[in-house]
């Protein structure tokens, strides 16, 4: 079954911000279960690398066929993983994530980067 990616529907941007009490929601179900002795960042990195594999699965067999159920679920297991490995090294998502931009920013200029897919050493 053809899914649509939802992009058109939704305006083609939506925001990504989780709210507190949903991030509480995460740690209160790791702490209910004894598991923060699991969430090392060797594990946690692995955990995020491994749902972003299962959600890659989704579109194994085509690129436009996909189940966005399944794509949603999958999403998610990345996302809590990453805030899971966000709180482990005690870090905030957008601090790191405004840092990273600055230096994709300076990597990636507009005038040298703008409607191609080239690394940054090939451009
Ligand atoms: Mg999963």
Redesign the pocket.
């Known amino acids: 079954m053809k899914a649509d990616s939802g992009r058109q529907e939704h305006g083609g941007h939506q925001k990504f911000e989780m709210k507190q009490e949903t991030i509480e929601r995460i740690r209160k179900f790791t702490e209910d279960r004894d598991w923060e002795q699991f969430h090392t960042p060797s594990n946690l990195a692995k955990s995020i690398s491994?749902?972003a594999g299962?959600?890659l699965e989704c579109f194994q067999w085509s690129d436009t066929d996909f189940d966005r159920e399944h794509v949603k679920?999958?999403l998610?297991?990345?996302i809590v993983y990453c805030q899971n490995m966000l709180d482990e090294l005690g870090l905030d998502a957008d601090e790191i994530v405004n840092a990273k931009m600055d230096k994709n920013e300076a990597k990636y200029p507009v005038e040298k980067a703008k409607g191609n897919a080239l690394k940054y050493d090939k451009l």
Request: charged share 55%.
């Open positions: 491994i749902e299962e959600l679920e999958e998610a297991d990345v």
